[in-house]
Structures are given as structure tokens and as C-alpha cells.
């Protein structure tokens, strides 16, 4: 229960790496508040931990993540985990496909930081959940990754800005997750390859030295300690969670 106290806003908390996020968290004696745009998987989430709360919004609109954190109420830890990934050639990336990249894996981290930063009450932390995508590059998935990297950078600056004061700014780089945005990912490989699952999945299993895929529970893992006992030198910094990928 070292988190008892501490209250944590999870954006993207219902489903994938942000519930196992939301569970782990409360686990840890946090009180949890998961945030997202479909009400049926957040309520579900919340309605399986303790006292957790979920509110509706999009990490995409100025003024919606300003009312997510006036009905959250002060945050100790915030988690700006909401993402979305798309594939194309670059030579096939459309502007709404571009913005749409921007908006809600690198516009959504910065308002869900500006915000949490601008209410946060004293101590705290702000983590992002980012990508290998950020520190090297993939095929097919250039906007993705811009954004990612752009993630990256956003830490860093911020770090330099929070340093003297009991804040740290992180973000966790997982490689593939086991989570239902890689199932997207297979099914898109296999709907343009014609090839099975298996071959799919090995697709983005090699791109590991460990072969397989990243659990939700190891970002969740890598989040907790950022936010014990010991963790106030980390900050500005990129941890990949990808076996030895970056």
C-alpha cells in the first residue's frame, strides 16, 4: 500500500495497458481514477477496484481534459497513456491520417501533462506511456512514430522544467504489447499479407531478442517504481520495456 493517499488519473484506463495500469495501482493503495471516451469498459474498470472512479473524456480537446481534472479533483500521478496506431506507406498517409496520429498520441500527452502539471499539489509524477516507436524506427507506421518521438522529447523538456521541484516527468517505451491494439495490428497484417496469425504475430515477435510479446503488467510493473520509494533521480528519461530490442 505504498501509494495509500495518492490519487492517480489514467488516461486510456479502460482497456489494455491502462486497466492493467488501473489495477495495479490500486493495488498499490492509489486511489484510481481511469478516464477514456466509451463509458461501458471504463465503468468496468472501475467498477472492479475500490473506490474508483471513471470520467468521460477526450485527450484530444483542450477543454475536455481541463473538466477531466476538475472532476477528478488534484492528482498526485498522472498516467497519460490514451494512444491510437494506424499503418500506411508513407506515400499513402492522408492529413486526417497524420493528424489524427498527432492528436491523440502526442496533443493528447501534452494537454493530459499541461493540465496535471498546472493542479498537481505538490509531490508528483508524470509518466507517459510511450513506444520503442519513439527511440528508433518502424515501416508503416511514420506518423505513429513521429508522434512518439515527439512524446519523447515533450519528457525530456519538461524534466528540465519540474527538476527542482519534488516532480518527475518519465515515459515508459514498451515494445509490442499484448493488448488488443496489437490484435488490430496482427489482423491488419494478415488482412494485407493473406498469411495466417502465426505469421503475423512472428512479425512483430521478432522485432524482440526475446521473441514475444510485452505483458501489460511489466509497463505496470516499471510504473510503480517510478512512483516508490528511490525513484526521485528519475527523470527526463525513456525506459524501453522491449527485451533488449533498444
Known amino acids: 500500500m505504498m501509494l495509500a493517499g495518492k490519487r492517480v488519473l489514467i488516461t486510456g484506463g479502460g482497456t489494455g495497458t491502462g486497466a492493467d495500469l488501473a489495477r495495479g495501482f490500486a493495488e498499490a493503495g492509489a ?46 500521478i498522472v498516467i497519460a497513456n490514451a494512444g491510437a496506431s494506424d499503418s500506411a506507406p508513407l506515400g499513402r498517409v492522408t492529413m486526417d491520417h497524420w493528424n489524427a496520429m498527432l492528436a491523440v498520441n502526442l496533443t493528447g500527452t501534452f494537454l493530459t501533462f499541461r493540465e496535471g502539471l498546472r493542479q498537481m499539489p505538490g509531490w508528483g509524477r508524470l509518466i507517459a506511456i510511450a513506444s520503442t516507436a519513439g527511440l528508433k524506427g518502424y515501416g508503416y507506421v511514420a506518423p505513429y512514430a513521429a508522434a512518439k518521438h515527439g512524446v519523447v522529447g515533450l519528457v525530456r523538456s519538461v524534466a528540465q522544467e519540474v527538476a527542482k521541484k519534488p516532480v518527475t516527468v518519465n515515459a515508459l517505451c514498451p515494445g509490442f504489447l499484448d493488448t488488443e491494439m496489437t490484435e488490430r495490428s496482427i489482423a491488419n497484417i494478415m488482412a494485407k499479407t493473406g498469411k495466417d496469425r502465426a505469421f503475423a504475430l512472428g512479425a512483430l515477435t521478432a522485432t524482440n531478442p526475446q521473441g514475444r510479446l510485452v505483458q501489460p503488467a511489466e509497463v505496470t510493473a516499471a510504473a510503480l517504481w517510478l512512483c516508490g520509494p528511490g525513484s526521485d533521480a528519475m527523470n527526463g528519461q525513456s525506459i524501453a520495456i522491449a527485451g533488449g530490442e533498444v
Open 31 to 76: 486511489e484510481v481514477v481511469v478516464t477514456g471516451r466509451r463509458a461501458e469498459p471504463l465503468e468496468q474498470v472501475a467498477g472492479a477496484l475500490n473506490g474508483a472512479r471513471a470520467i468521460i473524456a477526450d485527450v484530444t480537446d483542450e477543454a475536455s481534459v481541463a473538466a477531466m481534472f476538475a472532476a477528478a479533483g488534484p492528482c498526485d
